[in-house]
């Protein structure tokens, strides 16, 4: 059983900073690609950022790109999400998720999901 957990999730003030961090446990799983989503009140989930679990090679959505910054750390098995200047739209469940066969943005071509944390942004 492959487990992935986030966690770093809160409340802030707007223009505050958050760090989340999703770590894989269980059975040893092949991953391509580690992906951060997140689903807002009334609203589908969306793509976040990704990164490339051997070579770190990342994407972002536009509406985060400049102020998150995805990381890996592959002696802890964990990915980051450094979420910097945030706003009030920001605020959502953040999802870690983990592709294991490719490269993609795309919510369904994900095989592992956490469970979420919340991060709430105040204005």
């Known amino acids: 059983q492959v487990q992935l957990g986030e966690s770093g999730g809160g409340l802030v003030q707007a223009g505050g900073s958050l760090r989340l961090s999703c770590a894989a446990s269980?059975?040893?799983?092949?991953?391509?690609?580690m992906g951060w989503f997140r689903q807002a009140p009334g609203k589908e989930r969306e793509f976040v950022s990704c990164?490339?679990?051997?070579?770190?090679?990342?994407s972002y959505a536009g509406t985060v790109k400049g102020r998150f910054t995805i990381s890996r750390d592959k002696t802890k098995n964990t990915v980051y999400l450094q979420m910097n200047s945030l706003k009030p739209e920001d605020t959502a469940v953040y999802y870690c998720?983990?592709?294991?066969?490719?490269?993609?943005?795309?919510?369904?071509?994900?095989?592992?999901w956490g469970q979420g944390t919340q991060v709430t942004v105040s204005s």
């Open positions: 269980g059975r040893t799983f092949s991953r391509s690609t």
């Open positions: 998720a983990a592709d294991s066969t490719g490269w993609s943005t795309l919510e369904y071509e994900y095989d592992y």
């Open positions: 990164i490339n679990w051997s070579n770190g090679i990342t």
